[in-house]
Every structure is written in C-alpha cells, then in structure tokens.
C-alpha cells in the first residue's frame, strides 16, 4: 500500500517549507536547549553514525549510564528476597519503580500490577499460560484467542498455547477489524461469562500504524468483537512499540494485560520487561510452576503450596534482575530531564517522520516513476494515527524493487544504521507486500529463512526496510537518509538528465541552522556492457612484465571449442578460441581481513593455499574483527616464511614482530571462537603480538590461530565429490579459494573512471588498487568479463577444481587496501552495472586433491575452465 501522492520530481523539501505548509503545529526539539548540544553531550558515540533503528532498540544517553553506575557504587544492594539492611533497600527501592512505572503510565497500585519478566516476549508467553482458557466441551463451544495478523510473532506464537489446550485460535485481519460495526450493549449476553482474548498493537512495529485504543473498550463492551461469540471478551495491548515514543493513559485505555520491553523505550537496560495486569482480572489468572519468592508456604514431601498475595509475588518466579530494575528510575529521570516528558517525545519523532515521508514521497525518476514504496495505512496525517515509523522498498526506474539486502549494504557504506526484512511480523509482511501464505511456503523451499539477506525471488520481495526515529534523532538524520537514497537512486548512469532540488531553509528553527536543500547531480556513465556488445570479447591478456613460478613454465596452450578438461564431467571449454587463462596473480591473506601476502608459486594445503586465513584479531570478548569495523586491518601486513617457520608481521609505526607458524602443543589453550556461525578451535598467539596489536588500534585485541587438528566442514559439497567425505575450511567464510578475473575488473575499472571523469573528479583507480578490493586467492587473465560465473569448474594441470558459487560482495570492498580509506563508489557502481546483485568473483573448492607429494599453484599456469550444464542457472544469496 503506497503513501499518498507525491509531487513528481526530486526535490528535497526544505524543512522550513514544510513547516509552513503543515495544517498544524509541528514540533521540533525540547524547548530552549539545542538539540545538537543535546546530541554532542549524551550521544556522542553517533559522530559520523545515522542510527534509524529506534523500534529495534533505542539509545541510552551517557547521563543515564553515569547515574546508574554511580548509584551502583554509592550503595549496597542485596538480594531481595531477605531482611538484611542491604536486601530490605534493595526491595524497597524495587517497589519505588513499580510506582514510577505506573505513574508513567497514568495510573495506581489500586487498578494494576506490575510483574517484571525477561521481555515483552516473556509478558505474553505469562498471559498464554496464565489465561483461563476454556476448552470445548459438551456444554461450551470453548474460549477464543484472537489476534490481529499485524502483530509480533510472539504475539502469534501463543496460539502454540492455546492449541495444547484444544482452543482455537482466530487471526483477524485490520481490514475486518475496522469494518466491523458497533454494537450496542444489548448485543451481548451478560449471563455468558465464557473468557475470550484479544490481542493487537497499539503501534505496527512493521508500518508504525497506530490503532485506535478506543478498540479496548468497544472489545470488552461487546461493542467491536473480533468475531461472533457469545462470552466475556479480554483484551491484551501489545504496547512494546508504542510506548517507546508515546504516552499511554491507562486511567483512560483500560486494558487487561499491557506487556512492555523498556529497552525499547530507554535503550538500557536490556532484557528486562513486564506484565502490567489490571487488578480486576489478575484473581482469573492461573498458575501451574512454582518458583522461588512465589510461595507463602509448600512441603517437599506433598503436593501443598500456598502462594503469596500480591500479584507480582504470584509471578515473579525466582530472584527478578534488581539491579537492571533499579537502572529504569535513572531511565526515567533522564527521559524527563532531557525532553520533559512522553508528549514531547511523540510530537518531536512524529515531525522528523511526517517531514522524511514527505519528501520520500516526492522522490521522482526523470519518468515520473517513483523512486520508494511506502507501505503505511496512514498517510501521517497526525501522531494519533501513526508512529515514527516508515517502513519501505526502493524501485528502480521501471518500478521493479531493489532487494533490501541491498538497500542495507549500499547505507551502511554511509553509516547509516536501518533494519531490514520482515521485522517479526509476517502478517503485515504478507499483507503490504503481497505475499501469500503459499508463497511464503514456496521462500522456504528456496531457502529463504526469516532474517536472512535472501532478499527478492523470482523478482518479488521477501521484506522491506524500515527507518523510524527516536527521541534524540535530528533533522540531519532524516536529511542524511534522503541525501543517502537520492545517492544511491537519483545519481544514476543512464545518461539521462536529473531534476533539480530547490534550495531552501532546511534547517530546525530552534538551532537557527541554514540547512541546504541536497543536490542531484547527473552521471552519465553508460551502464555494463552485456556479453554481446562489442568490448566484451576482448582478449584480457595483459600479464605482469616479468613472472617468477619458480622456474620456467612451457609456453600456455590455446583453449579451443573442441579441447576438453580430463574431468568426465566436463562439459566443454570457453568457445571461440580467443585465448588462454592463465595465472597472474597469487595472494593468500594468513590473518583474516589484514593485506595480502603476494606469491608466485605456493603450496597447496588440504583447506586451500597454505595458511590462508589461518589467523584472525579478535576484540577483548574474543569476536572476530574484519574491515568493516576496523578498515585498518588490511594495514596489517603479514609475510610468510616457510623455511624459518616464522610468520612476520609489519605495520607502519611498529617494529615488525615474529609468530610461530605452528602452536607448541604442550603450551597451546584451545578457545572456542565462531566465523560466520561456525565453531572453531583456535589458540592465543600469545600476550607478545597481542600487545602488538592492542598498542596498534589503540585498544585490546589478540591474535589467534585455528587449531591445526580442528576440522571445519564446509557447508557445501561439491557435486563431485564422494559421498561421506567433507571439504574443509580454514577461517574463511565461504569456500577454500577465491577467483576473479582481469577482465571483470577490467570492466569496473573502465565505468569507475568514466564516472569519474564525468563528474570532473581525478580519482583515478588503478587495476592493482581494484583488483586488492576483492582479496581473491587466484587472478586470472580471460576473454570476456564476467564469464567465470559460467563456469562449472577449472583445471590447473593436474589440480582440479569445483566452482561452488559466485562471490555476494559486501562493503569490504570499497576500503582502499592501502590507505584503509572507505570510498561508496566501487559498491555503487557495481551494484548498478550488475543488475543489484553485487556478485564479483567465483568460489573454488577441491574436488579432489592427493597430498601425498606437495602440490602447487604457479603465476603463469594455464587455466582450462568449463562450462556449466546450465548456464541460465541461478543461486541464492550467501552471507558474506
């Protein structure tokens, strides 16, 4: 469902124009203090960061933490389940929160409960069970839980409850919710008190609907009933997204069950949410499991047990997080500190999403076309009707969508930090985007799973993005989104002319900021060239003027359509006779994401090249490092020595420092680690390069190494390889090699300049520079660019080797590998002239390989590829 009608054209509305044009008043900021100071003194982890992921988990400000932790170390809390002074503040401040939380939320001790649980989640998983259900029987046609389709699968998941319980579940559609009509009271029977639930959002986390919580009571009168049965209606309010920027009146919106996350609404702490019950239903609820601090008395020895009174002692099994408990009243004196309150918040993030739809809106390709979808049921007309929420799709110029995995890539290379797919809610997903239930069947089979970057099959789309905004976002943050998709959409190749923007006040009247309005500017860089056209077939043969394989090789043989590999599965060599493959360039990267180590002739090792990536930096909690959170890696550079058995590492700064090839197998601990969800066992190179490195990035790391008796099995298997024997892998991500061709970098290098050139830019990028961006193990020299993604395998000599998919590029490779530099227009200029799927690169595997006597591979050796069966054949993504 798209947003209303937008102007055509690409103008980016100024937000002083905006402003004037709104038909009510639009607030921006928390009065007289500057929203920019706000941000630089509690916020300045996002320098240089655009974080619109506020409805997955928003910011704590430094104050917050500041006054929590000072609170920790000023004061002796102890476990409160006891009478000692430490226990006794530690319980009489907990209920001190309990009162904070109802006060923040417009009501008493006397009407409602409040049970801490784990999360939001653990809240509805308490009502599935705690609920009284009535099953069907001879004389009752059972209870009903019914739930609106645009809500959190953790919301459809307590139908798994309901359905050991034999109660039927019943999902209503918004559609039919709103069309039902209101009935009067004489509708319902007074004397069936047969107990049904209702469940929906209070705000969509998919769209930032909001719906109206006037359904609360109009359910429970009997007035608005989800579907016709006689009985007692309940209703849960799923207020998990809405609270997070809005106030919510339970003195007026009285809804039985109100389950909460409070990170989402102060960033901090996590893990900790609650059930606020009203106190009217809370006799109704029951319970099976007992657990410590629940029970006024029980024996061992019989079945007696006598619970405690109050509800959250009722509920609250075993010891509650009161420490995490205590952080939320530091949440809350900072929320009012620093906005004045709920209202102030929802009527500030509401205008930083009215002003970017908008203008989102109004985003026009020369044709016409629209740039985004929006999926909305609104069209932010108030913050009554809709959160800071804006949940969409990017088209391209003949309207088809542009896969959200991409959409994710393309802002993180402009620090922008969004969320993409379906968000946990597979209803709005399905019902925004057209999916049917047997298609989401049919994604499965494909192997699409809920939050993988299988982003668009067969063309159609498998999720969305959404942006939505939070307390302390700014009108940079929006306008650095629209620059971003302006970037990425609007400053296209196809030679055709821009709209221009208008120039205008954009900045927030309460920072008196002049704030122009963001340039479109015109590339007219023709786009890649398909295998017919004539720059395709060249011959790439531009080998190094000098080549050292160890020795002399004899000279390479021609590949011609008749010649075959000696694999009985061959199906045939590259036709036409234009030339051979050969070997130009060796790299093996022994520490994973550091620079290359350039070889002419190289062992071969049962994992791929020897000691490839047998090495990572992990932080101080041990996870791995890579160049897109340290782009200074790939300053590291490591040099293999295979006759002293030493690896030695250079940086500029250091002195050069020596590793052990191999571990000491007496002295070595094994740690487990993971790469790309895998378990590893790996060892500590020791506190010498660990200090190395730490003084290096100005914080603590280690350097580990793969355990030389781990096996890490490949996911995939080889089609030729035998049943029962597995690949294995270093600490690589995907595959044992990696190969690319001079001719597609050639081909990217040739738009890349003429881009440049266009827009009156020097940068120049040379062919040794790309080609170090996407760290493959094998260059080859080739005929047409591209065509390595037709082939099925390759032998070198006696080698042979399996193709195993293309290579899904990430934003590694827009980071200079000399300068650690990032540059946005390697991805995007890839990503425009590959059709969006990135894909650079072909990944290798052993199909078999004998190490009885050494192997190598040698710069200069032929490369005899061959096709594949099926050209036309399609993969699904992979992770990166």
Not at 208 to 221: D, F, M, N, Q
Not at 349 to 376: D, E, H, K, N
Not at 738 to 756: F, K, P
Request: charged letters at 20%; one cysteine or more.
């Amino acid at each position: 469902m798209a947003g209303g009608a937008a102007p055509r054209g690409a103008e980016l509305l100024a937000f002083a124009r905006f402003r004037e044009s709104s038909k009510q008043p639009l607030a921006y900021g928390y009065g007289p203090g500057s929203l920019r100071e706000l941000r630089q003194r509690e916020f300045s982890r996002l320098a240089g960061t655009v974080y619109l992921d506020h409805a997955g988990a928003t910011l704590f400000p430094q104050s917050q933490l500041t006054s929590f932790t000072n609170d920790l170390m000023e004061n002796v809390y102890g476990n409160p389940h006891s009478q000692s002074i430490s226990s006794g503040l530690t319980h009489d401040t907990v209920e001190r929160v309990r009162y904070r939380i109802l006060a923040h939320f417009h009501t008493s001790p006397e009407d409602y409960s409040v049970i801490f649980t784990a999360g939001s989640t653990a809240a509805l998983k308490l009502v599935a069970e705690a609920f009284p259900w009535v099953s069907p029987g001879p004389e009752s046609s059972g209870s009903r839980f019914c739930y609106l389709t645009d809500s959190h699968t953790s919301v459809v998941g307590m139908r798994k409850v309901t359905m050991a319980m034999n109660v039927t579940s019943v999902p209503v559609r918004p559609e039919d919710m709103w069309s039902v009509e209101t009935q009067g009271a004489a509708a319902r029977d007074p004397d069936c008190q047969l107990p049904h639930l209702f469940c929906y959002p209070a705000q969509s986390n998919f769209s930032g609907t909001r719906y109206p919580l006037s359904w609360i009571r109009e359910v429970k009168a009997g007035r608005r009933c989800p579907v016709s049965v006689p009985g007692k209606w309940f209703v849960l309010l799923d207020a998990a997204s809405y609270v997070s920027t809005s106030p919510l009146d339970l003195s007026v919106h009285q809804a039985d069950f109100v389950p909460l996350s409070f990170y989402k609404i102060f960033g901090f702490p996590t893990g900790l949410g609650a059930l606020l019950v009203n106190n009217r239903v809370a006799p109704l609820l029951r319970k099976t499991y007992f657990g410590g601090g629940t029970a006024a008395a029980y024996l061992a020895g019989e079945d007696f047990y006598i619970p405690r009174r109050s509800v959250a002692e009722r509920f609250e099994d075993g010891t509650i997080s009161f420490l995490d408990v205590i952080a939320l009243k530091h949440g809350f004196d900072a929320l009012e500190r620093l906005t004045g309150g709920m209202e102030n918040i929802k009527q500030h993030t509401f205008t930083l999403a009215q002003y970017t739809y908008t203008a989102l809106s109004a985003l026009r390709y020369p044709s016409g076309a629209p740039v985004v979808r929006i999926y909305s049921d609104s069209e932010f007309s108030s913050p009554e009707v809709q959160g800071p929420v804006i949940n969409f799709n990017v088209l391209d110029p003949s309207g088809n969508i542009i896969g959200y995995s991409q959409v994710d890539k393309m802002a993180s290379l402009y620090n922008i930090h969004l969320r993409t797919g379906c968000f946990c809610n597979t209803g709005a997903c399905q019902r925004h985007l057209g999916i049917s239930d047997e298609m989401v069947k049919q994604h499965l089979q494909a192997g699409h799973v809920c939050g993988d970057n299988v982003d668009l099959i067969d063309g159609q789309p498998t999720g969305s993005v959404r942006i939505s905004f939070g307390y302390m976002s700014t009108l940079e943050d929006a306008q650095a989104f629209l620059r971003f998709i302006i970037a990425m959409q609007l400053h296209r190749s196809d030679g055709q002319p821009l709209p221009q923007t208008t120039a205008g006040e954009a900045g927030a009247p309460s920072e008196s900021e002049a704030q122009d309005a963001v340039p479109a500017t015109t590339d007219r860089c023709s786009s890649s060239p398909q295998e017919e056209a004539p720059t395709a077939s060249r011959v790439c043969n531009d080998l190094p003027s000098t080549v050292d394989a160890g020795g002399s090789h004899s000279p390479p043989l021609m590949a011609t359509g008749t010649q075959q590999t000696p694999s009985e599965k061959a199906v045939g060599v590259l036709e036409g006779g234009l030339g051979p493959h050969v070997i130009t360039n060796l790299y093996l990267y022994p520490i994973k994401s550091c620079a290359a180590f350039e070889v002419t002739k190289w062992p071969l090792g049962k994992q791929g090249l020897l000691y490839d990536r047998s090495w990572m930096v992990v932080n101080h909690n041990g996870v791995c490092l890579s160049q897109k959170q340290e782009p200074r890696l790939c300053l590291i550079q490591p040099f293999i020595d295979l006759q002293q058995k030493i690896m030695l590492i250079k940086a500029k700064g250091m002195e050069p420092i020596e590793v052990p090839l191999e571990e000491d197998g007496e002295q070595a601990q094994i740690c487990q680690s993971k790469v790309c969800a895998d378990r590893v066992n790996t060892y500590n190179c020791g506190e010498k390069i660990s200090s190395w490195l730490s003084r290096f990035f100005g914080r603590p790391c280690q350097l580990i190494k793969q355990s030389s008796d781990f096996q890490r099995s490949a996911k995939r298997r080889g089609k030729d390889q035998s049943v029962g024997t597995t690949a294995t892998l270093s600490l690589v991500n995907e595959a044992q090699y990696l190969l690319i061709t001079r001719c597609s970098v050639l081909e990217l290098q040739q738009q890349l300049n003429a881009s440049s050139d266009e827009h009156g830019k020097e940068e120049l990028f040379p062919m040794k520079d790309l080609i170090s961006r996407f760290r493959a193990n094998i260059i080859t020299n080739g005929t047409r660019a591209f065509e390595e993604e037709k082939w099925d395998g390759i032998s070198v000599g006696s080698l042979r080797f399996q193709v195993s998919g293309p290579c899904h590029r990430c934003q590694m490779i827009c980071i200079d590998q000399q300068t650690g530099q990032r540059n946005q227009n390697v991805f995007q200029k890839l990503s425009e002239s590959r059709e969006r799927k990135v894909n650079f690169g072909v990944y290798l595997m052993h199909t078999s390989l004998d190490l009885s006597s050494p192997r190598f591979l040698s710069v200069g050796s032929q490369v005899l590829p061959v096709l594949k069966e099926n050209a036309e054949r399609h993969d699904l993504p992979a992770s990166d």
